[in-house]
């Protein structure tokens, strides 16, 4: 299993520019999420889906939209960059692991510029 | 909404010292999870905690569930170099359990 990919590793982008965030996890993973990480921050969730179809937003959902047309895929799209947006963005999937235990797996994170 | 809050935000300590991180949470967590980030990585789950006043170890790493189910605290007896990374601990969102929320971490350096 490749586990949780994300491309691409890094993008610098112009104010107003729109670009989309791939994520894809060959887990069979029913949810999955995107989280933003500002330097020397915590993770705030920006949108998640509980399956194909189902979106909803987090913490942080302004200025981005998500789509779930498949169980692997879940982009996350930005319309109108903005020097805000800086910051490295996180997807993740969540499955069980063992009895009564599910973890939430990370991909590698993609690095965007803002300028 | 609920939050989860961590201290402290850093801690710096010599090679072979102990170390603890706390994490308070604003409602009662069905379950807490810890993750740990390297420099310039990614989360990597740790644990799972789910019983009230549960206690885990791993190696040199122990956890703990307060009994309220509203704290945890992970301690690293004689830190190492390789411990060195931030680490979260995480709850879950709702009482659906679809999305978790992370505390902002604990950063750990570790001089030799």
């Known amino acids: 299993n490749a586990g949780v990919t994300q491309t691409p590793k890094f993008r610098i982008l112009k104010i107003g520019q729109s670009m989309t965030l791939q994520c894809t996890q060959d887990m069979n993973h029913n949810y999955m999420y995107w989280y933003r990480q500002d330097p020397g921050m915590g993770l705030k969730l920006i949108y998640y889906s509980v399956g194909a179809g189902i979106t909803d937003k987090g913490e942080v959902p302004n200025g981005y939209n998500v789509s779930r047309s498949t169980t692997e895929d879940f982009p996350l799209r930005l319309e109108l960059a903005a020097p805000s947006q800086t910051s490295v963005y996180f997807c993740?999937?969540?499955?069980?692991?063992?009895?009564?235990?599910?973890?939430?797996?990370f991909g590698p994170g993609t690095r965007l510029l803002v300028l | 909404g609920q939050q989860v809050m961590q201290i402290p935000q850093y801690q710096h300590v010599q090679e072979g010292e102990d170390f603890t991180t706390y994490c308070n949470s604003s409602t009662t967590l069905s379950n807490i999870q810890w993750y740990k980030q390297r420099p310039g990585g990614h989360p990597v789950f740790l644990i799972q905690?789910?019983?009230?006043?549960e206690v885990k170890k791993q190696k040199r790493l122990t956890f703990q569930f307060g009994e309220a189910k509203k704290n945890s605290s992970l301690h690293i007896t004689a830190t190492q170099t390789t411990d060195v990374g931030t680490y979260f601990c995480?709850?879950?969102?709702?009482?659906?359990?679809?999305?978790?929320?992370f505390g902002k971490g604990t950063t750990l350096s570790v001089s030799s």
């Open positions: 993740a999937s969540r499955g069980r692991q063992g009895r009564n235990q599910e973890t939430q797996y």
């Open positions: 905690l789910v019983k009230s006043g």
């Open positions: 995480a709850g879950l969102q709702n009482q659906a359990g679809t999305a978790l929320i």
